[in-house]
């Protein structure tokens, strides 16, 4: 069965991505055709599949800033759009209801609520694995995505413990004191070094320290990751663990999407529901859009937050199922949630890999707002009398800052997706401000580039990188243009892509080793 599992989803991801589809659309509808076939999922599935859940929320938590969930769009919006939500599709539901739908026609108000609370969440797991594969997690609409989805899963866990009766031991009190125990944990995460020991540093914190500690004290384990996560966020290694996790965490995943499909009986009443059910999902989507556009975010950020959220929730099923244990919903209702939940990740997935050009395409007819009221995020920028930009800030784009600065002085501006690094920056005395590369509106934001000689692409990302470039090439810009790549092929694609040089990381990082070490030792050599 093993090797079936395996060759099956193997082959259905790669078709997925000749298909330009998100490999876990072929794992979903592999999931779906074997069970056809008569296969189930097992215990072991489900194990790898929930590991993978809190080792996902765990990264999240390595990334985020508890400021962000304190800004009011965050709390505030995930807040109004959960009521709204959960409103407008109850009153959808109960005229289906009045129209003879047999499914809800024996429902109660109350069912009828429960259900659109379950399809008003969107899933944590898509949104984050679509930003991830786009190299925009850090982007201004990602952290606002990443911010409402982390509230609707606390607002996922009040309903489990208040409907399941279970409060958590008196004991969980204790759970205060992991803030109190932070420099601990950061001196452990500097002890543990870079190699095998910090995978297993990430392993041990999110499944043992996170969710071990939580699901001890009655809570729901996979906040218990994410609070860790966030416990150690502030800590400079955080980035560099994140990406020790990442393959492991994707690995996991893909016994996520493999289980949803594994694990759900279609039948014919729940497919008719489930495609009921799918046609809430544009005003899901209108939802949030109009009111992250309420709260001054520019249309851009608004539309692709919102595409990124178009979706229906695992968090959903997890309400949903805990819904039918306790009979307040039937079968085919959780059938239906659960078919609905898979095709809308199937639709979602195009939507998102076209984000950038579905913007492109409705911006002349969209409503922006006046530059005086935009969110602080968007106002406008002057770059000064900089004759470099070097967009992303990270390890080779402050290496190329400092290197500038040693040679020409002070001509360089610093672009820097994440508002906490940019700040850092500036502490520094580097000219770095904050702002999305890849955002078209970025760049119609800054007042004026004349004086702008040469643009560094040094974003972590290859997409970023290609979509900045061809920003600047849409806006004709004039003076020269070098990126870095991690690949081979990437380098050659970026110079058929119109930049005057690329450069790979790896092997460019041997050569500044070694120029570095004659620089510094001077070795006097006897020449071959």
């Known amino acids: 069965m093993e090797l079936i599992l395996l060759s099956a989803v193997f082959l259905a991801g790669f078709i997925s991505l000749k298909c330009h589809l998100p490999?876990?659309?072929?794992?979903?509808?592999t999931g779906f055709a074997l069970h056809g076939f008569g296969f189930e999922s097992n215990e072991t599935i489900v194990t790898f599949a929930d590991l993978g859940v809190t080792i996902l929320l765990f990264t999240i938590g390595l990334k985020l800033d508890v400021k962000t969930l304190l800004s009011k769009e965050i709390w505030a919006g995930a807040t109004l759009h959960n009521l709204i939500s959960t409103v407008v599709f109850c009153a959808a539901l109960m005229c289906l209801k009045f129209l003879g739908i047999s499914s809800l026609a024996s429902m109660s108000l109350e069912q009828l609520l429960l259900l659109s609370f379950a399809l008003s969440f969107s899933s944590t797991v898509f949104a984050v694995k679509t930003l991830q594969e786009k190299?925009?997690?850090?982007?201004?609409?990602?952290?606002?995505?990443?911010?409402?989805?982390?509230?609707?899963?606390?607002?996922?866990?009040?309903?489990?413990?208040?409907?399941?009766?279970?409060?958590?031991?008196?004991?969980?009190?204790?759970?205060?004191?992991?803030?109190?125990?932070?420099?601990l944990f950061y001196k452990v995460l500097d002890w543990v070094g870079h190699g095998e020991m910090l995978v297993l540093f990430g392993i041990f914190f999110s499944l043992v320290v996170g969710a071990g500690l939580f699901k001890l004290v009655g809570m729901?384990?996979?906040l218990g990751a994410l609070i860790l996560g966030m416990l150690l966020a502030g800590h400079s290694k955080a980035s560099e663990l994140s990406k020790a996790l990442f393959n492991l965490k994707e690995l996991l995943l893909v016994c996520f999407f493999l289980n949803i499909g594994l694990s759900v009986q279609p039948t014919m009443t729940g497919l008719a529901l489930a495609l009921l059910f799918l046609l809430l999902l544009p005003l899901k989507g209108l939802l949030y859009f109009t009111i992250l556009n309420a709260f001054k975010f520019r249309v851009r950020t608004s539309l692709?937050?919102?595409?990124?959220?178009?979706?229906?929730?695992?968090?959903?099923?997890?309400?949903?199922?805990?819904?039918?244990?306790?009979?307040?919903?039937?079968?085919?209702?959780?059938?239906a949630l659960a078919l609905a939940v898979s095709i809308s990740f199937i639709i979602a997935s195009p939507l998102n890999r076209k984000g950038h050009e579905l913007y492109r395409r409705s911006e002349h007819w969209l409503k922006e707002h006046a530059a005086e009221r935009l969110n602080n995020r968007d106002k406008l920028i002057n770059p000064g009398n900089a004759q470099v930009l070097i967009l992303g800030m990270g390890r080779i784009g402050t290496g190329a800052y400092d290197e500038l600065v040693s040679r020409y002085g002070k001509i360089s501006l610093g672009v820097e997706v994440r508002e906490e690094a940019a700040a850092e920056h500036q502490l520094e005395g580097r000219n770095v401000i904050d702002g999305d590369a890849t955002d078209p509106d970025f760049w119609e934001r800054i007042l004026d580039t004349a004086n702008v000689k040469l643009v560094l692409l040094a974003m972590p990302h290859h997409q970023g990188n290609q979509i900045a470039l061809e920003q600047l090439q849409q806006r004709n810009f004039s003076g020269q243009i070098a990126a870095i790549a991690a690949h081979p092929d990437q380098t050659d694609s970026l110079i058929e892509e119109g930049v005057d040089a690329a450069y790979n990381i790896y092997n460019e990082a041997g050569t500044g080793f070694a120029r570095h070490v004659c620089e510094q030792l001077k070795p006097q050599f006897t020449p071959l």
Request: proline residues 5%; negative net charge.
């Open 135 to 183: 190299g925009e997690m850090n982007s201004t609409y990602g952290t606002i995505a990443i911010g409402i989805l982390v509230m609707q899963d606390i607002f996922a866990v009040i309903f489990l413990t208040v409907s399941t009766g279970k409060i958590p031991h008196w004991y969980a009190i204790i759970l205060f004191a992991l803030p109190l125990m932070r420099p």
């Open 304 to 335: 692709l937050a919102s595409l990124s959220l178009f979706n229906f929730s695992e968090f959903g099923l997890i309400v949903s199922g805990l819904a039918f244990k306790l009979g307040w919903l039937s079968s085919d209702l959780l059938v």
């Open 220 to 222: 729901k384990p996979d």
């Open 23 to 29: 490999p876990l659309v072929g794992f979903l509808l």
